[in-house]
């Protein structure tokens, strides 16, 4: 099936620094999503992009649709003790095929 | 605030025994997926289904797993006759259409003995 490679695995940084983390797909993506997960708890929608080389914002978070349609990163600025949890990038790979297709996830882990 | 909610939260069955794993959508949404979860993984797609209609089921095993979306009342994902593979986090989500994001509930955590 479709894989999307999700990078890092894993980050541990102390609290105020600069995060970022992207995902690649071998193939074209026409939505890409972004989603928190806290433990024993559902994904949290962050952001949702929809266009090639969208830019969007939510807080702290911003998100980009790179230009290739397949691949998208997210930023967090200035992380904080909440921001800590699992992210997960999400995408739709074929024209009204609405199946999620998920990454491995990121875990950051935040040193206060 | 009426999220997706799913019951139960924790599902304990035998090896044989059946699983019934409930999801209402948010308000308006119409779509429901299902998806499952093992641990440390992302989510796996399942099933897609809208009211009466299942629309891709693409990511359901073969048997023993079943899915509905009746006119009234939740959709049920069912798995017959459980085995010990079947242990996992199993999530709903809905969206207003096909074209909207998806929003998930909390789980099931599913735990065959």
């Known amino acids: 099936g479709q894989q999307l490679n999700q990078s890092p695995q894993s980050m541990f940084i102390q609290e105020g620094e600069d995060v970022s983390m992207n995902c690649t797909s071998s193939?074209?993506?026409?939505?890409w999503l972004w989603y928190k997960q806290d433990p024993g708890e559902g994904p949290v929608l962050l952001i949702a992009?929809?266009?090639?080389?969208e830019l969007t914002s939510n807080g702290r978070l911003t998100a980009q649709f790179g230009i290739t349609r397949k691949d998208s990163f997210l930023n967090i600025s200035a992380s904080i003790p909440s921001d800590v949890g699992i992210y997960f990038c999400?995408?739709?790979?074929?024209?009204?095929?609405?199946?999620?297709?998920f990454g491995q996830g990121t875990r950051l882990t935040i040193n206060p | 605030n009426a999220g997706v909610m799913q019951n139960p939260r924790h599902l304990v069955r035998r090896r044989g025994q059946e699983a019934r794993l409930r999801c209402s959508p948010m308000?308006?949404?119409?779509?429901v997926y299902w998806y499952r979860q093992l641990p440390e993984e992302g989510l796996k797609f399942m099933v897609y289904?809208?009211?009466?209609?299942?629309?891709?089921e693409s990511g359901m095993p073969k048997e023993r797993f079943s899915a509905e979306f009746p006119k009234e009342g939740p959709s049920i994902l069912r798995i017959q006759q459980v085995v010990r593979g079947d242990s996992a986090a199993y999530f709903c989500?809905?969206?207003?259409?096909?074209?909207?994001?998806?929003?998930f509930g909390d789980g099931t955590r599913l735990s065959i003995l």
């Open positions: 193939s074209i993506f026409n939505t």
């Open positions: 289904l809208q009211k009466e209609n299942i629309i891709d």
């Open positions: 999400a995408g739709r790979f074929i024209q009204g095929a609405q199946k999620l297709v």
């Open positions: 989500a809905s969206s207003r259409d096909g074209d909207q994001p998806q929003h």
């Open positions: 992009l929809y266009k090639a080389g």
């Open positions: 308000k308006g949404h119409s779509h």
